[in-house]
């Protein structure tokens, strides 16, 4: 997946309102192509379609090559499809400029990493407010509601310490936060448990479960763990760039 927070580019732009859909997320005949050269041609995604009903939970699955990173950045509105159309939440994201496209991530899309991504630098709130610290907006009342998630997650006591003194499990937690800060509609988590031990990753698929049902998010959860997988509704297969479970 790309990088996290849109290295602290682009200054905010309006976005227009969400249309009403049926739909958090869909691909209409999907096509992206990659390489130079000789390996110009190569196709990562080939016509995919697929739709991801809203409040959903789906497991992407997929063997390394199979073009499951590529899909996840074509979701999460880091890159646009060669042909056919990625709509999100009711639009094409072929339709935004570059600008545009960075709003819409940090606004309306959530995003959790396998290696949780936090900034050395700052403390457990402020990496949690990085999303609302990007627009200039971490006001009184976000700071509370923030404070609150934080407290929901058991970091009550640790708003002010910094990521080298958590625990894996809590690094994560903080990521969550994070990427739940400005009450996304959709959440892409990347092997979100690849680097926890059994029982914390078990414990925070409950928090996915939980935060879901409390928060009414749609989830994407890539992952190679089979138990997780089988937490969610349903499940994506990718094999060669196409989709050979799930879909439209």
Not at 22 to 47: C, F, H, M, P, W
Not at 136 to 146: H, M, N
Not at 171 to 200: C, F, H, K, M, Y
Request: charged letters at 25%.
């Amino acid at each position: 997946m790309a990088t996290h927070m849109d290295q602290m580019i682009d200054s905010p732009a309006a976005l227009p309102s969400q249309p009403d859909a049926v739909s958090a997320v869909e691909l209409r005949n999907v096509i992206k192509v990659y390489g130079q050269g000789r390996q110009a041609g190569t196709r990562a995604l080939d016509g995919v379609r697929l739709s991801i009903r809203a409040g959903e939970a789906v497991a992407l699955l997929g063997r390394s090559g199979s073009g499951k990173s590529t899909l996840l950045n074509l979701i999460g509105a880091m890159d646009v499809p060669t042909s056919g159309e990625v709509v999100l939440g009711g639009r094409p994201i072929s339709a935004m400029s570059g600008s545009e496209r960075t709003v819409f991530r940090r606004r309306r899309l959530g995003f959790v990493f396998q290696s949780f991504h936090l900034v050395p630098s700052l403390s457990v709130l402020e990496n949690a407010a990085v999303p609302w610290m990007l627009d200039g907006a971490f006001d009184a009342e976000a700071r509370r509601d923030l404070t609150d998630l934080l407290g929901g997650l058991g970091l009550a006591d640790k708003l002010g310490v910094y990521p080298d003194e958590l625990s894996g499990g809590q690094r994560q937690r903080v990521a969550i936060a994070r990427a739940l800060a400005r009450r996304p509609e959709l959440v892409l988590a990347d092997e979100p448990t690849g680097n926890l031990d059994s029982s914390t990753g078990a414990s925070i698929l409950d928090l996915f479960d939980r935060l879901r049902r409390d928060r009414g998010f749609t989830l994407v959860l890539a992952t190679h763990d089979e138990l997780a997988a089988e937490r969610c509704s349903s499940r994506i297969v990718l094999e060669d760039g196409r989709v050979v479970e799930g879909g439209a």
